[in-house]
């Protein structure tokens, strides 16, 4: 069974930074792609950053030069550097990856989410 988990959210001013984590355990499943997305209250979830397993990646406009994600292989975690953050990027962010074992791919495995709010 594939678990995700989120972690690095929390309270930070404005103009700062944060960094999320998205680590993948259970089996042997290795990280293939991520995605990272966000919700606000209110709003519809969407995609932030991803990252194809050929590791190309693409941005949201409003992320762009702001955010970079990235993956540590051997640590089998993503990650989400935040920085100039904004108060509208205030929102739960969600990690979702697609795993391989072999030849087997797992996708579309969410975690439970963490939360990030700026202060202006």
């Known amino acids: 069974q594939v678990q995700v988990m989120e972690s690095g959210g929390g309270l930070v001013q404005a103009g700062g930074s944060l960094r999320l984590s998205c680590a993948v355990s259970?089996?042997?499943?290795?990280?293939?792609?991520i995605g990272w997305y966000r919700q606000a209250p209110g709003k519809q979830r969407e995609l932030v950053a991803g990252l194809s397993s050929r590791g190309a990646t693409n941005y949201a406009d409003s992320v762009k030069g702001r955010f970079t994600i990235s993956r540590d292989n051997a640590k089998n975690v993503a990650y989400l550097q935040m920085s100039s953050l904004k108060a509208e990027d205030s929102a739960v962010y969600y990690c979702?990856?697609?795993?391989?074992?072999?030849?087997?791919?797992?996708?579309?495995?969410w975690g439970q989410g963490t939360h990030v709010t700026v202060s202006s």
């Open positions: 979702n990856v697609d795993v391989k074992s072999g030849n087997i791919i797992r996708a579309g495995n």
């Open positions: 259970g089996s042997t499943f290795s990280i293939n792609a």
